[in-house]
């Protein structure tokens, strides 16, 4: 297992960028693939995007592709996601987590530990 804090978020108007940060304990932090989840009010978690262990392959939601990039920097313990181009539909709480596997990346039962999640609020 493995401690994830997620920081970050903040209100923000339309069109504009926020990069998330994830910042993980544990010496094995570079063994796991992580990912990026959301969860708007009255809605599922839904996946976002995720990165391999080593950080050299990414998968994104259509909904986002294009507009965020996912990375890591396993010195330092800390996965981002940079987001750009930001819509209102945007708005919602945004959890890091992290897994052994990368099969089934976009499922959220297949993560094994996860963040207390940041607020992404974008206006319109």
């Known amino acids: 297992q493995v401690q994830l804090v997620e920081s970050g978020g903040g209100l923000v108007q339309a069109g504009g960028s926020l990069r998330l940060s994830c910042a993980a304990s544990g010496r094995t932090f570079s063994s796991y693939h992580m990912g990026w989840f959301r969860q708007a009010p009255g809605k599922a978690r839904e996946f976002v995007a995720t990165?391999?262990?080593?950080?050299?392959?990414?998968y994104y939601a259509d909904s986002v592709k294009g507009r965020f990039t996912i990375s890591r920097d396993n010195a330092k313990n800390t996965v981002y996601l940079q987001m750009n181009s930001l819509k209102p539909e945007d708005t919602a709480v945004y959890y890091c987590?992290?897994?052994?596997?990368?099969?089934?990346?976009?499922?959220?039962?297949?993560?094994?530990?996860w963040g207390q999640g940041t607020q992404v609020t974008v206006s319109s």
């Open positions: 990165i391999t262990s080593s950080g050299g392959t990414t």
């Open positions: 987590a992290a897994r052994s596997y990368m099969s089934n990346y976009a499922l959220a039962s297949t993560y094994h530990s």
